[in-house]
């Protein structure tokens, strides 16, 4: 499939999604909600792919946020009908079975630092500046900032940054936690692709299983998401990877974990 607002590329098991918008700092309009929905449901169904980076065309920003032009135009209803469908997006990336690595090559204000926050992970550019900047249009997150925020650097910091609206550093993002990694923008994709190697070699059945688990269990008391994890542990027993990868190490070699299922 082709996109007007995306680029997908697809290469030995690793797919990369580029918001390509540069000359609107690749603003989330509706086509490109739209879009990033058929592109998250077309990698969830190509096996081939074991793992997904996030990023942004051009050298300034990841995602400026949500389309202003676009939003300036909108009734509540449709600002409720735009809202729900970036959630959507987000759930869907979090659904995704395999890793999800945000890439964030710039500004990433908005609903820029609410998609990486739906990533499982963020690996940034020193140059990279995260914001909920919302507040300063009148408006408030309306793609899950004001939930996954809070989950992520706690109540705090969230709130901080949501009533203020003041950007933060890719370095202050990190050590809030929001950030994993922070490097020179001229080797940030090499760092990434080098982590998504790292992940398509692990076992499809057992990267699912670890996401879900951990998705899952994170909004629910302890003993119900420990009984979410003694499920998806016996899961890993369906796939051959699980009588493989401790087969191996046993007779002291390298697994082969494409077993599946
Ligand atoms: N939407 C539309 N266009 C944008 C956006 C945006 N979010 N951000 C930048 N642009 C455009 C600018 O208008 C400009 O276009 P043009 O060249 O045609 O004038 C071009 O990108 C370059 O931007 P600047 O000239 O402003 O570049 P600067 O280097 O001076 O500044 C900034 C860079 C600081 C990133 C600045 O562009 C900025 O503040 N952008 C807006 C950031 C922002 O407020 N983001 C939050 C938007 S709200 C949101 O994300 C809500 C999400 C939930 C929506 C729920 C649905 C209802």
Request: proline share 4%.
């Amino acid at each position: 499939m082709t996109f007007n607002t995306l680029l997908l590329d697809i290469k030995d098991g690793i797919a990369t999604i580029t918001v390509n918008r540069p000359k609107a700092l690749n603003a989330l309009n509706p086509e490109v909600v739209g879009e990033l929905g058929q592109a998250v449901q077309e990698i969830s169904e190509n096996k081939e792919v074991r793992v997904l980076i996030l990023t942004g065309a051009g050298d300034k920003a990841f995602v400026a946020g949500a389309d202003i032009a676009a939003m300036s135009q909108m009734t509540p209803l449709q600002a409720k009908h735009f809202s729900w469908a970036g959630h959507e997006v987000m759930f869907a990336l979090e659904a995704l079975e395999i890793p999800v690595i945000a890439a964030v090559n710039g500004f990433a204000l908005g609903g820029g630092t609410e998609i990486a926050m739906s990533c499982d992970f963020i690996y940034a550019s020193e140059k990279a500046k995260f914001g909920q900047p919302e507040i300063n249009l009148g408006i408030i997150p309306g793609f899950g900032g004001t939930q996954r925020l809070p989950r992520l650097v706690g109540k705090g910091w969230a709130k901080e940054m949501v009533l203020t609206g003041e950007m933060i550093s890719a370095q202050q993002a990190k050590e809030l936690g929001l950030v994993n990694k922070v490097f020179p923008p001229e080797t940030l994709m090499d760092e990434v692709l080098k982590t998504a190697k790292l992940l398509a070699a692990k076992g499809r059945a057992s990267l699912r299983a670890a996401k879900q688990a951990m998705n899952r269990g994170f909004d629910v008391d302890l003993r119900n998401a420990c009984a979410m994890e003694v499920d998806a542990f016996a899961v890993c027993f369906t796939s051959p990877d699980a009588k493989e990868g401790l087969t191996a190490f046993l007779e002291k070699r390298k697994p082969d974990l494409s077993g599946e299922i």
